[in-house]
């Protein structure tokens, strides 16, 4: 059943150059829409949530919910595996456990979250946020994707209503446990068969503008120009080298470059790169970013171009709960599981939720540690192992 879903749930969204299903897009609505389907074949409560979060339910007889889950949405040309396998494997997992064990005590609940990427809209843990009453009331009206879409209006379209955001927001929850894709290679270069997540990477994304002064290509000799582009590039390779000698586990991308007006006999007028920045102590990562704001300011002024910096996110680190990881760490044992403790290097809604909830996740390998991308794979056993981990970490709290 896991592999049938980690398939079909592959198909929404996917295209030759890999998965592009993000918020409230069409894929997603088919996503949404599959998954309350296989929620109620596996006999449990679906519902959808205020922001898009679809929920599948198994009623306890006491109090207190112990939510398990995942982002159902992806990076543009991701790969299947990325948030899907927590939403999949935590439904499986929840099928399974009603099958074998009935009703549990405390209630059970998997959460495909709407949002984790910001593929779409800067709306960054939107899912997670809703459910912790963390989302601003006027970000419906003000969040716009890169086509100019309001998020109100794509709410809208996916027949959710921006007004009642507020209503997404929960007081019952007792724990959450992720079930996640390692996305680097530590377990497949080491054989380990799952990965017990002690801390997240604070994580900062911010956009670099660059003006300098758009002329000709041809008649403008080099001595004369103020090059946006190349102002850029020199900020951009003199930030790097700098993260590159902070070292592990430091690291500094920038993934998504504007070039304007972007005509070869044009000498650049505008040059725009996002930063993420990510490190697992908030103090090294600021101390970067103020090594990243200091770079910019001197290569802007030895070009003689002007530099502008907006901080588009702004992730703290987390560390995950002792005695959650402890459980986890039996149910490997349980489960005939090899485990390791080890950082995450990618983000995750648990970084956030581990600021209200004991919150703990679960890896499984990622063959050649390839993650954001149409390679991203783990095979069906590992997928199934980390589900039975799971299931039976979560046997032990809810029963
Ligand atoms: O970027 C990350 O680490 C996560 O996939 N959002
Ligand atoms: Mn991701
Ligand atoms: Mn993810
Ligand atoms: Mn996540």
């Known amino acids: 059943m896991l592999g049938t879903y980690v398939e079909e749930l592959g198909a929404l969204g996917e295209t030759p150059d890999g998965m592009y299903r993000f918020m409230y897009d069409e894929a997603w609505q088919q996503a949404r829409d599959a998954l309350l389907r296989w929620i109620d074949d596996a006999g449990l409560e679906g519902r959808v949530d205020a922001v898009g979060n679809v929920f599948g339910r198994l009623p306890g007889s006491g109090d207190g919910v112990v939510l398990t889950g995942s982002h159902v949405d992806t990076v543009p040309s991701g790969g299947k595996y990325d948030g899907a396998l927590g939403v999949v494997g935590g439904l499986a997992a929840l099928a399974a456990l009603r099958a074998q064990h009935g009703t549990p005590v405390r209630t059970l609940e998997v959460v495909a979250l709407c949002e984790e990427e910001s593929s779409r809209f800067p709306a960054n843990f939107f899912g997670t946020r809703g459910m912790l ?13 890169r086509e100019g879409v309001l998020l109100a209006d794509a709410m809208r379209q996916a027949g959710l209503d921006p007004a009642a955001v507020a209503s997404a927001e ?21 054989g380990v068969d799952v990965g017990l997540v002690e801390v997240i990477p604070g994580i900062a994304w911010e956009t670099v503008t660059v003006r300098g002064r758009q002329d000709h290509a041809g008649a403008t000799p080099m001595d004369l120009r103020r090059d946006a582009l190349q102002a850029a590039a020199q900020m951009a390779r003199e930030i790097t080298t700098a993260v590159e000698q902070e070292g592990r586990p430091a690291v500094v991308t920038t993934g998504r470059w504007t070039v304007e007006p972007g005509q070869p006999s044009i000498v650049p007028g505008l040059a725009r790169f996002s930063v993420d920045l990510r490190h697992p102590d908030l103090g090294v990562r600021d101390r970067l970013l103020d ?27 987390a560390t995950m709960d002792a005695d959650l990881l402890d459980v986890l760490r039996g149910s490997a044992e349980e489960c005939g599981a090899s485990w390791r403790r080890m950082p995450s290097g990618a983000g995750h809604d648990s970084q956030l939720m581990a600021s209200r909830v004991p919150t703990a996740m679960v890896f499984v390998p990622s063959v050649e540690g390839r993650s954001h991308t149409p390679a991203e794979y783990t095979s069906p056993a590992d997928c199934v192992r980390g589900a039975s981990v799971l299931a039976t ?4 709290l809810a029963w």
């Open 170 to 190: 929960r007081h019952d929850l007792r724990a959450f446990l992720e079930l996640h894709i390692e996305q680097g290679r530590v377990l497949a270069d080491e």
């Open 291 to 317: 090594t990243v704001h200091r770079i910019c300011a001197t290569v802007a002024e030895r070009h003689g171009v002007e530099v502008e910096i907006v901080r588009d996110k702004d992730e703290e680190p």
């Open 133 to 145: 009453g963390l989302i601003a009331p006027d970000e419906p009206d003000r969040l716009r994707d």
């Open 393 to 396: 970490a979560l046997h032990h």
